[in-house]
């Protein structure tokens, strides 16, 4: 069971940056702890950066490669052991999807001079599928599958949309902030087809 709000936020404020770290979920049977969030001033967070590019674009970005790397593993799972045609179908189309997502971040990230370096590695955040979580769909089948799945994958959904928004507000780069309009939009028709697979199953 999952405690706690699972909300990660973009400051609103050209001088604080990302809320980067993770909630923190209290302890319990099958329970894992998420960093603890606080707002960080910018320039104690990220060196500097290209011109153009303010602390929001840069931790965006980083977070963003974070929680799609994991998400492409959740994908993976859905695609080959969905327990549906409709969930193998939706995984696989999102697949591809999130995989571009991911090049055009890393490419982005490139512009603005930091390293590959994922900063957020390890790590387990709001919006992600711990590797507890992934285990676990790896050992699920038919249904049971389907439910945690879509279950993950909303999450990682609802959270990305919510930080993406964020940076449309916050962010300086305007081809980062492009991205991030871009990315709600993917988000929007993404929660409608996730909709549409759920009250199928709840038909059933």
């Known amino acids: 069971m999952r405690h706690g709000p699972a909300v990660l936020l973009l400051v609103l404020g050209a001088a604080v940056a990302l809320v980067g770290g993770c909630l ?16 960080p001033a ?9 011109a153009g ?11 963003m490669i974070a929680m799609e790397e994991r998400a492409l593993l959740l994908l993976d799972l859905g695609a080959g052991r969905g327990g549906s045609p409709a969930v193998r179908g939706l ?17 982005e990230l490139g512009r603005t001079g930091l390293p590959a370096r994922n900063p957020h590695e390890g790590h387990d955040m709001p919006g992600m599928a711990t590797p507890d979580e992934l285990a676990a769909l790896g050992a699920a089948t038919g249904g049971a599958f389907d439910r945690l799945f879509l279950t993950r994958l909303r999450e990682h959904v609802e959270q ?16 980062t902030r492009d991205l991030a309009a871009a990315i709600v939009r993917s988000r929007t028709a993404e929660r409608d087809l996730l909709t549409e697979i759920e009250i199928r199953r709840e038909r059933v």
């Open 91 to 107: 995984a696989g189309r999102l697949r591809q999807a999130h995989a571009a997502e991911l090049r055009r971040l890393r490419a």
């Open 53 to 63: 590019f303010n602390a929001t674009d840069t931790a965006w970005l980083q977070l």
């Open 42 to 50: 910018a320039d104690a967070v990220l060196p500097a950066t290209a």
């Open 160 to 175: 990305t949309a919510l930080v993406s928004r964020s940076e449309q507000v916050s962010g300086a780069d305007r081809a």
């Open 24 to 39: 923190a979920r209290s302890a319990g049977p099958g329970s894992h702890d998420r960093h603890a969030s606080h707002p």
